[in-house]
């Protein structure tokens, strides 16, 4: 019988082997949200670009992908912010601090603000969506002159469900634009109340008020409010090349091998997760299994 040769570990994708990462501080962002902030116990953090993704992995329990939520110029430590969903999601979370984690990283497409020098930049983020745009909204208020306007269009389900409450203070600081909606008020929200595609109509909702023609947007979220506010950009004028989504549907392997993440032609992981509506539009309503 021949025996069969084990690959050389030099020859694998560094993406295909999980590296020990120890978490060393966790905030508590709503009460099913905790962003964990780790680092590698040996060797160095890998530079990552905004909106590419790490697939992590609990002992015993299994991986998941989950985008990586710090500013690129964070040198000690990638964040990394988890809802509570089911196995995977509960054992990272609840990893203590000192805890240790797997982590490979960093993968898939960037949004594409390098290729954005003028006109006006929108980001539109529904619940966790504005995790995977954090690290492009820090780069984006670092360089708010080169832009006519930086605008963030944000919304959850409950007003304690909208996260990131000091950043977005500070971006709002600074220059960028903030209007925020919830689909259910409580007794001290005064925002407006409705779902994130109603704050693209500017008026009584406070929203950005889109100049189609120069407008380039960055879209997070649940798929049904990526589809229609990208169907909503699209009536006011916004080309379908520049309206940018985030597709992070059910990846497994990270290399495409697996095909689990395929979303008609596409593998999410090997062509995305960032990718502009006039390639994927046609393919964005088909179900996840």
Same mark, same amino acid.
């Given at each position: 019988m021949t025996a069969i040769k084990a690959p050389d570990a030099a020859a694998l994708s560094p993406l295909l082997i999980p590296r020990p990462y120890r978490v060393v501080d966790k905030i508590d962002e709503a009460d099913d949200v905790v962003t964990l902030h780790v680092r590698p116990v040996t060797g160095t953090l890998p530079r990552f670009e905004p909106a590419q993704v790490g697939m992590l992995g609990a002992f015993g329990v299994g991986e998941a992908a989950i985008s990586i939520s710090s500013d690129?110029?964070?040198?000690?430590?990638?964040?990394?912010t988890i809802r509570r969903a089911g196995p995977i999601s509960n054992a990272l979370v609840d990893t203590p601090i000192g805890g240790i984690i797997t982590v490979r990283s960093p993968f898939g497409t960037p949004w594409p603000l390098p290729e954005v020098t003028t006109g006006n930049l929108l980001i539109v983020?529904?619940?966790?969506?504005? +995790?995977?745009?954090?690290?492009?909204?820090?780069?984006?208020?670092?360089?708010?002159?080169? %832009?006519?306007? =930086?605008?963030?269009?944000?919304?959850?389900?409950?007003?304690?469900?909208?996260?990131?409450?000091?950043?977005?203070?500070?971006?709002?600081? =600074?220059?960028?634009?903030?209007? *925020?909606?919830?689909?259910?008020?409580?007794?001290?929200?005064?925002?407006?109340?409705?779902?994130?595609?109603?704050?693209?109509?500017?008026?009584?909702?406070?929203?950005?008020?889109?100049?189609? +023609?120069? &407008? *380039? +947007? %960055?879209?997070?979220?649940?798929?049904?409010?990526?589809?229609? *506010? +990208?169907?909503?950009?699209?009536?006011?004028? =916004?080309?379908?090349?520049?309206?940018?989504? &985030?597709?992070?549907?059910?990846m497994q392997c990270g290399n495409a091998l697996c095909g689990h993440c395929?979303?008609?032609? %596409?593998?999410?992981?090997?062509?995305?997760?960032?990718?502009d509506y006039a390639t994927i539009g046609r393919f964005h309503s088909v179900v996840e299994l």
């Open positions: 690129v110029d964070t040198v000690d430590h990638h964040a990394y983020a529904g619940g966790l969506g504005i +995790a995977p745009l954090r690290a492009a909204i820090e780069q984006a208020v670092r360089r708010i002159d080169r %832009f006519s306007s =930086v605008s963030l269009a944000y919304g959850a389900k409950r007003p304690d469900q909208l996260l990131y409450g000091p950043d977005r203070a500070r971006w709002e600081a =600074v220059g960028l634009a903030v209007s *925020t909606i919830v689909d259910v008020g409580d007794t001290d929200w005064t925002g407006p109340v409705g779902l994130v595609p109603d704050l693209l109509d500017g008026g009584d909702h406070g929203g950005p008020v889109i100049d189609g +023609a120069d &407008t *380039t +947007a %960055f879209l997070c979220g649940p798929d049904i409010m990526m589809h229609v *506010t +990208a169907r909503a950009l699209l009536e006011r004028g =916004v080309a379908p090349e520049r309206i940018w989504l &985030t597709l992070e549907r059910n395929q979303l008609g032609p %596409f593998i999410v992981c090997r062509d995305g997760p960032v990718v």
